[in-house]
């Protein structure tokens, strides 16, 4: 049975995206089986990954809102052992269309459950909002991991996600854990990155993951050309931070 942890933030650009990437692929080439889920109609994590999305017929769309199967919508991405479940232009209808329909928290774990014994982990790529979409990332998922940017304002809106979090342990999904909350963009030239981070360990304490993501300028070059960072120069920092944290992943297991 595989694992499912969404990447969950709804404050735009603080790596969620990199993150679901770029653990996947150390996840397996640490030998798990993993597949990608983009919830984000950006398809951030569908084009970082080097999947051209003008020609895909169905997408994760589909999964939500027709009952159409994963099985059917997953493709094989350039790494063997990771698999995606794109999204494209039309996700952007799902929101609006999930409304009327009963159950509607939980149509992807419902749709999750058919592929779920063929995966070791089930990484979901969350768009930056608290919507339906993420609901049903949230209701799906054993775990989340929460990318903070070590910015000035990096936990504006943390409580909003923390009372999601609550809400949806409440009322759908009571087993839902925190898997980690993830410092991202961690400049060791300035302060403020230093002070950030001292903020949330304290407050957070083991509740963050040992590993932190610092800012490196490869992780960001590495979605124009579709690749991972492992594939794209596995020898820099980013990459070297993204390993550790998929160690720690599979150490929580
Ligand atoms: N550690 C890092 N160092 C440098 N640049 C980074 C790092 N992590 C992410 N970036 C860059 O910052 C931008 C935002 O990252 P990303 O897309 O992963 O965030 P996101 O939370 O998924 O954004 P969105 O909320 O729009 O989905 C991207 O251009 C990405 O390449
Ligand atoms: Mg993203």
């Known amino acids: 049975m595989a ?4 990447v969950t933030n709804q404050k735009g650009g603080v790596g969620k995206t990199t993150t679901a990437i770029n653990l996947s692929t150390y996840l397996v080439k640490m030998g798990k089986k993993v597949l990608i889920v983009d919830l984000d109609t950006q398809g951030n994590a569908t084009t970082g990954l080097g999947v051209k999305r003008s020609l895909l017929n169905h997408c994760i769309y589909d999964v939500l809102v027709n009952q159409s199967k994963v099985d059917q919508v997953l493709l094989a991405t350039a790494v063997e052992g990771l698999f995606i479940v794109p999204s494209t232009i039309e996700l952007a209808g799902a929101e609006v269309e999930l409304v009327n329909l009963e159950q509607r928290e939980y149509q992807l774990k419902n749709a999750l459950k058919e592929v779920e014994n063929k995966f070791d982990y089930i990484i979901l790529d969350c768009p930056p909002s608290l919507g339906i979409i993420t609901i049903n990332a949230l209701c799906a998922s054993n775990s989340v991991i929460i990318p903070l940017q070590c910015e000035y304002y990096a936990l504006e809106g943390l409580t909003a996600l923390l009372n999601t979090l609550t809400l949806v342990q409440r009322r759908y999904n009571k087993d839902l854990k925190i898997e980690g909350i993830l410092l991202t963009m961690y400049d060791s030239h300035t302060s403020l990155s230093h002070q950030v981070s001292g903020e949330v360990i304290n407050y957070f304490k083991n509740q963050v993951f040992k590993t932190i993501i610092p800012r490196n300028v490869r992780l960001s070059e590495a979605p124009s050309y579709g690749k991972a960072i492992l594939h794209y120069d596995p ?19």
């Not at 694992?3 to 969404?6: A, E, G, L, R």
């Open 3 to 6: 694992k499912i942890i969404s």
């Open 235 to 253: 020898s820099c920092k980013g990459a070297n931070a993204y390993h550790s944290l998929a160690k720690e992943i599979i150490a929580n297991e």
